[in-house]
């Protein structure tokens, strides 16, 4: 099974709209953490996010926030007020286990979703 | 601001040569990970180092790959010899601890490599 789903290949959004990427995940550890990083056509990956498990509110980084519902297991991102500098592709990543399990600090990255902002 | 650094940002090379690519991570940084990103897909981590010991390359195939850093801190990963199929982006990335759940992981601007 997909440890992360990404099931949006591809997104338009209008310029000064909100936008919502979704992601969902699949883990049987209690500890771990779920980030989301951009990554324009030039290649860098760009650390946009991240939420712990255990975190009670949603995490916001500017216009960024993470919609976490740990229940559903699903992470998705939301993107307030979108730029056109916005537009690149977004993944979605986990990593499982930490200091109380030991588990290691591998990254798994799902297949990305292309965002598009338009004017 | 603090960056990753990577060198060469392009590589066209002809299969059956080698290739190595080049990272700097942003100092202070005890780990380093190395990913390659297939087109249309998510980066897989090729190899972790904390330090200068390398802590998992279970997906590194070892027999054209190596990874060394020596010093644990700037690193170097070769290819040799390159195939077709190793026509990839390879991305640097670095973290501070390399445990824990907050700990994140900064990327570099990365290796575009074309294997003709």
């Known amino acids: 099974a997909q440890k992360i789903t990404q099931t949006q290949p591809g997104m338009f959004v209008q310029e000064k709209e909100a936008v919502t990427l979704d992601c969902t995940y699949d883990t049987s550890d209690q500890s771990y953490g779920l980030f989301w990083y951009k990554q324009p056509s030039s290649g860098e990956m760009i650390f946009l996010i991240y939420?712990?498990?255990?975190?009670?509110q949603n995490a916001t980084e500017g216009r960024y926030s993470l919609n976490f519902q740990k229940a559903r297991k699903s992470a998705n991102l939301v993107i307030s007020a979108s730029q056109l500098g916005d537009s690149a592709m977004y993944f979605c990543?986990?990593?499982?286990?930490?200091?109380?399990?030991?588990?290691?600090?591998?990254?798994?990255f799902g297949t990305g979703t292309q965002l598009k902002v338009e004017l | 601001e603090a960056e990753v650094a990577q060198s060469p940002r392009y590589k066209i090379t002809e299969k059956s040569q080698a290739v190595a690519f080049w990272c700097d991570p942003i100092?202070?940084?005890?780990?380093l990970y190395w990913y390659r990103q297939i087109l249309g897909q998510g980066p897989e981590l090729l190899v972790q180092f904390q330090d200068e010991s390398v802590v998992d390359d279970s997906q590194l195939p070892k027999d054209r790959f190596s990874a060394e850093r020596l010093k644990g801190v700037d690193s170097t990963l070769k290819i040799q010899p390159a195939e077709l199929g190793d026509s990839a982006m390879y991305l640097c990335?670095?973290?501070?601890?390399?445990?824990?759940?907050?700990?994140?992981?900064?990327f570099g601007p990365g290796t575009r490599l074309t294997v003709l």
């Open positions: 990335a670095s973290s501070e601890t390399g445990t824990g759940v907050t700990d994140t992981q900064y």
């Open positions: 939420q712990g498990s255990y975190d009670e």
């Open positions: 100092s202070g940084h005890a780990t």
């Open positions: 990543a986990m990593r499982e286990g930490g200091v109380l399990t030991g588990g290691g600090n591998k990254l798994t």
